[in-house]
C-alpha cells in the first residue's frame, strides 16, 4: 500500500462520522438528542485525525500564521468576511426556491433551541466545534489528501466541495447546493491563504448568522 492510498484510507475512516451523523439526526427525539450526535461526530472526527500519526502529520503546519506575513494584516479578516457573506447571502436566497423544487429531499430540520444557556453554549462553543472540525476535515486534510495524487487546484477544490456538500445529505437540495458553494469558496480561501484560520473564521461567522 502506497503512503497516498494509506492516508486516503485513513482519512475517510476519521471523516466518517460527519456522513453517519445524519442517520442520528433523525432518530433525535428533541433538542438533547440532536446536538449530542451533533458534538459527539464532530468532536470523534477531531479525535481520529489526531490519533492517526499519517493524518497528523498530514496537517501539519495547516494552523501557521506564517502566511498572513506576506499579506496586509487586514487582508485574511476581510477575505473571510468576504466569504461567510457569500454563504450567508446564498442561503438566505438560493436555498429556499431549492428546498420547493425538490421538497422530497429535505429528511431533517434543524429543530429551535428554546433554552437561553443552550443556545448560547451551541452558538459559541458549539460553532467553534464544528467549524474547527469541518475545516480541519474538508480544507486541511482534505487538500492534502486530494493533492497526493493531484497536483490540479481545481479538482482539488471541486473534489473537497462535493465531499463536504455530501456531509449534509439529510437536509435537502439547498443546503447541499449552498455547502457546495461554501465548500469552493472555503478550499479557494484555504489555498490562498495557506492558512486554515480563515476558512474557520469565515465558516463560523456564516454558521453564527444563520443560527443566531
Not at 498572513?68 to 476581510?78: K, Q
Not at 493533492?147 to 482539488?156: C, D, L, P, R, V
Not at 439547498?174 to 492558512?195: D, K, P, Y
Amino acid at each position: 500500500m502506497t503512503p497516498q492510498v494509506r492516508l486516503a484510507i485513513l482519512a475517510v475512516l476519521a471523516v466518517a462520522p460527519t456522513y453517519l451523523n445524519d442517520l442520528l439526526y433523525m432518530r433525535a427525539a428533541g433538542v438533547s438528542d440532536w446536538l449530542l450526535a451533533d458534538y459527539g461526530s464532530k468532536t470523534l472526527v477531531l479525535i481520529l485525525i489526531l490519533a492517526f500519526p499519517d493524518t497528523r502529520r498530514a496537517l501539519a503546519g495547516a494552523w501557521t500564521w506564517a502566511p498572513f506575513e506576506r499579506t496586509p494584516r487586514y487582508a485574511p479578516l476581510a477575505w473571510a468576511l468576504a466569504v461567510a457573506g457569500v454563504v450567508v447571502i446564498a442561503f438566505l436566497y438560493l436555498k429556499p426556491p431549492l428546498d420547493a423544487f425538490a421538497p422530497g429531499m429535505k429528511l431533517f430540520v434543524y429543530p429551535d433551541i428554546d433554552d437561553p444557556a443552550v443556545h448560547a453554549f451551541d452558538l459559541s462553543a458549539g460553532l467553534v466545534l464544528t467549524a474547527v472540525a469541518e475545516e480541519l476535515a474538508f480544507r486541511g486534510l482534505a487538500r492534502r489528501v486530494i493533492g497526493a495524487f493531484t497536483g490540479n487546484t481545481t479538482a482539488i477544490t471541486v473534489i473537497s466541495a462535493l465531499a463536504f456538500a455530501a456531509i449534509h445529505w439529510s437536509n435537502g437540495l439547498g443546503s447541499l447546493t449552498i455547502a457546495f458553494i461554501a465548500g469552493i469558496l472555503l478550499m479557494a480561501l484555504h489555498i490562498r491563504s495557506g492558512s486554515l484560520w480563515p476558512p474557520v473564521i469565515a465558516h463560523y461567522l456564516a454558521d453564527l448568522a444563520l443560527f443566531v
